[in-house]
Structure formats: C-alpha cells, structure tokens
C-alpha cells in the first residue's frame, strides 16, 4: 500500500520556523523524485520544492529561495523528505502536499506527480 503520511504543521508566528516530515512508503521511493507543493485558501496549488533522487539536486520557487529547504533520508523501505521553513510569513500559510513523482524535475514542478500525501496544515500568524 502506498502512503505518503506529513507531519509536522501547525500555528507559528511570523519569523518562527517549522520543519514538515513526509515518509513515503510502498514503493521504491529512493527512485523517485520528491518535494512539496501548498495550497492557500483560493489559490491553486503551486510548487514549493524538490529533490532529485539520482543527482539530490534542489529545485525550489524562486520566491522561496533562502527560507525553505528540502532534503531526503532514504532507508531499506522507506523514505522521508523534510521541509524546513525558516523567517514564516502569514503568505505562507497553506496546505503542504508531500509529492513523488518519475520523470523530469521540469514535469514534476508542473504537478505531474505520481502520489500525493495528504496534507498538512500551515498557519503563520502576523
């Protein structure tokens, strides 16, 4: 069974920090790309950042860079990607989705995603 399971969300204020967990399992995961996308209220779901699995090249928004950064700890079954968010803005506010997807980083940036989580909640206080 394939499960893509977040962690981490919740309410911080503007300037904290939050780390986001995903483990992945099911699949062979260390062979697939992964990142994360959000979803604000009323805005459609954009992408936030990725890792690739065969280069751990990071892909991230440009208006993301210097704040968010990802990376991957691959084991036997499972894998678990991270998200750390540093200097929180209300802006940020929104679902993240843990993502994983084949292919290219360019069609994974364009949501072609293989599996989904479930998502989890960020909220930044002003």
């Known amino acids: 069974q394939v499960q893509l399971v977040e962690s981490g969300g919740g309410l911080v204020q503007a300037g904290g920090s939050l780390r986001l967990s995903c483990v992945a399992s099911g699949r062979a995961f260390s062979t697939y790309n992964m990142g994360w996308f959000r979803q604000a209220p009323g805005k459609e779901r954009e992408f936030v950042t990725a890792?690739?699995?065969?280069?751990?090249?990071?892909?991230?928004a440009d208006s993301l860079k210097g704040r968010f950064t990802i990376s991957r700890d691959n084991a036997e079954n499972t894998v678990t990607v991270y998200l750390q968010m540093n200097s929180l803005k209300p802006e940020d506010t929104a679902v993240y989705y843990c993502a994983a997807a084949r292919g290219t980083a360019a069609q994974f940036m364009k949501g072609e995603v293989n599996y989904w989580g479930q998502g989890t909640q960020v909220t930044v206080s002003s």
């Open positions: 890792i690739s699995w065969i280069t751990s090249v990071r892909y991230t």
